[in-house]
């Protein structure tokens, strides 16, 4: 069971975003030195308890970033030119990245399940990212992750607990 449920969780995410955003700019000032490990910990205890095909809120409201090396490998996947698959299911966004021409995601199936799993880009193998080395530098994605990923706000909520500041 996911809490907070998806339909709590924008204003969940909202009434905290504050709170968690002075949280995360103390937390760059003033970096505990276990603090990946705090987040792996954290990161891995939820995704235990957490069903991500029960959600795929990321893949129903945000598409990832296609690296050169996401394409390459899809594209190999579908037997077509890189080229080809960047005509037909990308387009190029105001920061000049590969991404999705639109969402939920093309290659998610009715029941939650991604077509292209084995594939996947990079972006959404790590997605929410709160295991990531180097935590204290992704705070700014962090911030927007918690209101997509009823996980991601979990883990966050978690680490005020864990590491007060």
């Known amino acids: 069971m996911l809490k907070p449920n998806l339909n709590e969780l924008g204003k969940l995410a909202?009434?905290?975003?504050?709170?968690t955003?002075?949280?995360?700019d103390k937390l760059k000032k003033k970096t505990p030195k276990n603090l990946d490990y705090v987040m792996q910990d954290l990161h891995?205890?939820?995704f235990k308890k957490t069903d991500c095909l029960k959600c795929a809120n990321c893949c129903k409201t945000t598409g990832p970033l296609f690296t050169s090396a996401d394409i390459e490998r899809i594209s190999k996947s579908f037997?077509?030119?890189?080229?080809?698959?960047?005509?037909?299911?990308?387009?190029?966004?105001?920061d000049n990245d590969y991404v999705l021409k639109s969402v939920p995601c093309t290659f998610l199936d009715s029941d939650n399940k991604c077509f292209i799993y084995d594939v996947r880009p990079k972006a959404c193998r790590e997605f929410p990212h709160t295991d990531r080395k180097k935590f204290n530098q992704i705070t700014d994605l962090t911030l927007l992750n918690v209101a997509i990923c009823p996980a991601a706000y979990n883990i966050v909520e978690k680490m005020k607990e864990k590491l007060p500041l």
């Open 21 to 24: 955003k002075k949280y995360f």
């Open 79 to 94: 037997r077509q030119k890189p080229q080809q698959f960047i005509e037909q299911y990308l387009r190029i966004d105001e």
């Open 44 to 46: 891995e205890a939820e």
């Open 14 to 19: 909202k009434d905290t975003h504050n709170e």
